[in-house]
């Protein structure tokens, strides 16, 4: 049994490893933009897309000194997965990068969510930079070659490094109602550790849902990592507070915001001198034997010479370098003789009252609060400004950051089908996954499932199961069909008893049958013979 089961997990293994499925091929397929998106890039063309336009603004205060110099190709990574698959590569390191392209349609924030998706990998890693995306503002003078950092974006989404600091940027500008003004609102950074994204030299998918509700989600790798709202979780907050300090409230002169103070009835005592000194010399300290104040430590050295070169006018008067002392080699010193220093005993520092607790604290002082002439309410931050075009515009330390696969849309199942086309194709399914796509074509595979996993538990379960006739070993009658014959019990008996009259009876049904049948047959042969 135990060999055939082996052989049985071996065939079903080898199934698994060497007949391919639909999802498990080792051949890039190209995927078509879907319909309904706004926008869908997979760069899997040899060259830039003409509907990418390279930046030409140029420096401010600079004519002819183009501002972005970072150069873009299209090209397979570095650690390929997928013959044929590509992405568009940010190629110089410490250059600056701007790259552009226009949404196949505008998207407005009505009723419907924003699902912004695309793909990033760190091939060399990343000391300091970015590779976030930005959805630019849809306007009538939007000029792709013009794009640059002063350009209108709605929407900036992605990953951020710089230091030890790893960031997963989501911001968005605000339209100040009242005044017309456009002011940045910052998500609130995932708690989540995100190191392992910038430095394993993989790809990720970072993913953005924006719901008409006021509510988003950010995801990465179709796993998410942080949820909040519009309302509640930017920084500043979008809607600002009702009151504010009152900007020409002043404190009072004669408030007191002191918790404590020194104790006015104390004073220094007389016998305390301040001017004592820390350390003293030691008055038990005595010279050594054999030391010798009259010889220097150091003397001039007479077989020094001064370098031929050297003029008494222009670098002054030459000075021999300076030896140890002849004189001093076999003595306890040279030199004038100092006691060390020694701990005050009369040393007690400065003075300085016990501290109380005040009696006249009126506590911590604060303006008064006055109605905000800023506030506004905005129930709807939702409805952000159209976007025109995504862009990239990005400084890194460190090159050959690809993107790939960006998708703008406005349906949660276009992008998941997007993501399974895209993303999926590069994902090693895992065990139970490959066992369900291997019974797509091959139905028969359900039957060797059935056997190799349905009959060890089976067997496991008769023959690890407890036989509950033998009961517990601690007990008594606890025994093994190999141990000596047992007396019975008086339990044992009386049951043994029952049962035996019971059997009487029910046997006295078919004695009573037979005896009829005999009686029957005796008064057939008496009629016989009459």
Request: glycine share 6%.
């Amino acid at each position: 049994m135990v060999s055939l089961q082996g052989k049985t997990l071996t065939a079903l293994f080898f199934c698994l490893t060497f007949i391919p499925t639909e999802e498990n091929q080792n051949v890039y397929r190209s995927v078509s933009a879907p319909a309904q998106a706004h926008f869908a890039e997979t760069f899997d063309t040899d060259s830039l897309d003409r509907r990418w336009v390279m930046s030409r603004a140029l420096k401010e205060g600079e004519d002819d000194i183009h501002k972005y110099d970072g150069e873009w190709v299209i090209e397979e990574p570095r650690n390929q997965v997928l013959p044929g698959n590509k992405g568009l590569v940010l190629k110089s390191p410490g250059h600056h990068h701007a790259i552009s392209a226009y949404l196949r349609t505008a998207y407005h924030f009505r009723d419907k969510p924003l699902c912004l998706q695309y793909e990033v990998d760190f091939q060399k890693g990343i000391d300091c930079g970015g590779a976030y995306i930005k959805l630019l503002t849809y306007t009538d003078n939007l000029r792709l070659s013009q794009f640059s950092d002063g350009t209108p974006y709605t929407i900036m989404f992605g990953p951020d490094k710089c230091g030890t600091t790893y960031k997963v940027h989501f911001i968005f500008r605000h339209r100040n109602p009242r005044t017309g003004a456009y002011e940045e609102k910052h998500a609130q950074q995932p708690e989540a550790d995100l190191s392992e994204y910038f430095t394993d030299r993989k790809p990720h998918l970072y993913t953005l849902n924006l719901f008409p509700d006021n509510t988003f989600e950010i995801l990465i790798d179709q796993t998410l990592v942080k949820k909040g709202s519009l309302l509640e979780d930017m920084d500043p907050p979008v809607v600002p507070p009702h009151e504010i300090e009152d900007p020409k409230d002043r404190k009072p002169n004669d408030w007191d915001d002191r918790s404590h103070i020194s104790d006015p009835t104390v004073t220094k005592p007389h016998d305390w001198d301040e001017d004592a000194p820390r350390l003293i010399d030691d008055p038990t300290a005595q010279r050594p034997a054999g030391w010798i104040e009259e010889e220097e430590p150091f003397v001039p050295d007479p077989e020094a010479q001064p370098p031929h070169d050297w003029s008494v006018e222009m670098d002054g008067e030459w000075e021999p370098p300076l030896i140890d002392n002849p004189a001093c080699a076999e003595a306890a010193g040279c030199g004038p003789w100092k006691p060390p220093l020694a701990p005050n005993p009369a040393y007690k520092g400065k003075w300085k009252a016990p501290v109380i607790e005040n009696p006249n604290y009126q506590g911590k002082w604060q303006p008064r609060m006055i109605p905000n002439p800023a506030y506004f309410e905005d129930p709807q931050p939702f409805r952000m400004s159209p976007v025109g075009a995504v862009g990239f515009e990005l400084w890194s330390l460190t090159g050959d950051v690809l993107f790939d696969n960006i998708l703008v849309c406005d349906d949660l199942e276009t992008a998941k089908r997007w993501t399974v086309d895209t993303w999926g194709q590069r994902q090693t399914p895992g065990v139970i996954q490959r066992l369900l796509f291997a019974t797509a074509k091959r139905p028969w595979l359900w039957g060797v499932y059935v056997f190799s996993v349905g009959l060890p538990i089976v067997l496991f379960i008769s023959f690890m199961w407890p036989d509950k006739r033998f009961g517990p070993a601690g007990e008594d009658y606890y025994y093994k069909k190999s141990d000596e014959p047992q007396p019975d019990s008086p339990q044992d008996s009386e049951s043994q008893a029952t049962l035996n009259d019971y059997g009487s009876k029910v046997r006295t049904g078919p004695r009573k049958r037979e005896t009829r049948k005999a009686q029957k047959k005796s008064d057939l042969e008496l009629k016989v013979s009459d």
